[in-house]
């Protein structure tokens, strides 16, 4: 009984002394840090919010404004379920459906048709909401999987699961006295094709 006690305490102190920075299982290995932000997420510009399928309903209160000239992008931000992906987009990002307003139902609709672009799945990509000068409305980030299987692991509350080969509905909903922010990095503007 000594000695396991005293094992006890010995494998306690190295356990103690040990780098904590040091990875002890691929749980433990960086997680990914995707993104969604608008008026209700993270910080965003105040009267922009994406609407469903992307989030879940917001609470709004402004007017709706259906006068706004917006561009949608998707591009890469790298990364997988195991590593993290880049803060920003990484290359040039493809084009949207040109966006229409749906005035009954107060938001901006456009369409992310994922089988005519050649992203591959296993990776994370950001839809970004611009204006036409490429001030930044508001990103959501999504993961694009293979197989439903990976979803299990996705927190659906940071970002939206997509499966490959799906057409993705992006609705958005722009309030009067609204200002995108100008200079944006998150969606690395200086990367989006004009």
Not at 50 to 78: K, M, N, W
Not at 138 to 153: N, Q, R
Not at 164 to 174: A, E, F, V, W
Request: overall charge negative; proline content about 9%.
């Amino acid at each position: 009984m000594r000695r396991l006690r005293m094992l006890s305490v010995l494998l306690l102190a190295a356990a103690c002394t040990a780098d904590d920075s040091a990875p002890t299982s691929p749980a433990s290995l960086q997680e990914p840090n995707p993104e969604i932000q608008d008026a209700a997420h993270n910080g965003g510009v105040a009267g922009f919010y994406f609407l469903p399928p992307l989030v879940e309903q917001p609470r709004t209160s402004g007017t709706f404004d259906a006068t706004r000239s917006t561009v949608v992008y998707v591009c890469s931000l790298g990364g997988s379920l195991s590593s993290p992906p880049a803060a920003a987009c990484t290359a040039p990002g493809v084009r949207t459906s040109d966006p229409v307003v749906d005035v009954n139902g107060q938001h901006y609709h456009s369409n992310w048709q994922i089988d005519r672009t050649t992203f591959p799945p296993g990776s994370y990509y950001r839809i970004c909401v611009l204006d036409q000068s490429l001030a930044e409305w508001g990103h959501a980030d999504v993961y694009l999987g293979g197989t439903g299987a990976e979803f299990k692991h996705i927190d659906r509350s940071e970002f939206v699961p997509l499966l490959d080969g799906r057409t993705l509905p992006i609705k958005y909903r722009i309030e009067t006295g609204a200002t995108p922010r100008a200079g944006s990095t998150a969606c690395g503007s200086e990367s989006v094709p004009l």
